[in-house]
């Protein structure tokens, strides 16, 4: 009778993505998770909430939280937590910067690191909370784009979130406060915002119920949009109109441009010298009767009447009606 091998010598361990201890073979010492590093205090919060959402990514949040252990009991197991806290720390040394990082490359776990940082930089006390306060306050739209006096604000927003963090409730009275907090949110927008937009600014109040602050944002966006293309149209317009009269104008000068002190003394007409009357040394090919030029000429807006000084006034003063 053939002895047949054992079952445990014929099976192939399955692998468990989601164990904690697995590692990918993309999962390297040098990877950096983030891409920025760690100053100090005052992108702390920044960096903790891109490093906690790197790690739980990637299923190993709980080397940082204490809630996955080593196993001493199991000699496997414990080199696989061994090898992925190495890898963690490695992780948490790489997004830090130069002088931060000196204090740390000696500590061996991941907890400790994660521990002491937050112990030396989440500083969340008065004078903190108040710098940011008074950043959002003090924030207006200036130069800025709306877009971007949008962003800057909603991100010292969540800083000041973050900052001040209530516990979690489902009462009315946490739905009241939720409330009012988008209501100030609104208004701190609002009043930021350039003068030029007072008049959508006043219909975004007088809305029923007032919108969130993003659909305030949406609704300021399209006014900016409808602002830039309508400066270009109405200075296009005007350029259009002051050049069409300038056009008039210069052709009406050309029929004017005879100086009517001169008097003919063959035909008695004012405008020329008789060594340059028609009459005696013959009309041009292209010479129109008065009768038919005034058929085929442009209608003058100035009347003939008019001193060429005077023709000049009314000129720039019709430009200027144009223009403003």
């Not at 091998?5 to 192939?12: A, F, G, Y």
């Not at 991100?155 to 489902?170: N, R, S």
């Not at 063959?266 to 009357?277: D, F, V």
């Amino acid at each position: 009778m053939t002895d047949t091998p054992p079952e445990s010598s014929t099976k192939v361990d399955a692998i468990d993505f989601d164990d904690p201890l697995y590692l990918h073979p993309s999962d390297h010492s040098v990877t950096t998770i983030i891409s920025f590093k760690l100053l100090g205090t005052e992108n702390f919060l920044v960096w903790k909430s891109s490093m906690t959402r790197a790690l739980k990514a990637r299923n190993k949040q709980g080397l940082i939280k204490g809630t996955e252990l080593k196993d001493k009991t199991d000699t496997t197991k414990s080199l696989k937590w061994d090898r992925v806290n190495a890898l963690v720390c490695s992780w948490i040394l790489n997004s830090l910067s130069e002088s931060i990082y000196i204090g740390h490359a000696c500590s061996e776990f991941a907890l400790d690191i994660w521990n002491e940082l937050c112990e030396t930089y989440y500083k969340a006390d008065g004078s903190v909370v108040f710098n940011v306060h008074q950043q959002i306050n003090s924030l207006t739209q200036g130069t800025l784009s709306v877009s971007d006096y949008f962003n800057k604000l909603d991100g010292l927003w969540k800083e000041f979130d973050g900052l001040t963090k209530c516990p979690d409730c489902t009462c009315e009275a946490a739905t009241s406060s939720k409330n009012h907090s988008k209501v100030m949110k609104l208004m701190q927008f609002l009043s930021g915002l350039d003068d030029s937009y007072n008049q959508v600014k006043s219909h975004i109040l007088i809305m029923e119920p007032l919108p969130d602050v993003r659909t305030a944002f949406s609704i300021i966006s399209r006014e900016e949009s409808n602002q830039k293309h309508g400066n270009v149209s109405v200075l296009s317009n005007k350029i259009q109109h002051s050049s069409a009269f300038a056009g008039k104008f210069s052709d009406n000068k050309k029929f004017k441009g005879r100086n009517q002190n001169l008097i003919c003394k063959n035909c008695r007409i004012k405008g020329h010298t008789i060594e340059k009357c028609y009459k005696l040394i013959g009309y041009p090919k292209d010479f129109k009767p008065k009768s038919e030029f005034n058929k085929s000429a442009t209608v003058s807006i100035v009347p003939s009447h008019i001193s060429d000084s005077a023709n000049v006034l009314l000129f720039l003063l019709i430009s200027l009606i144009i223009i403003f």
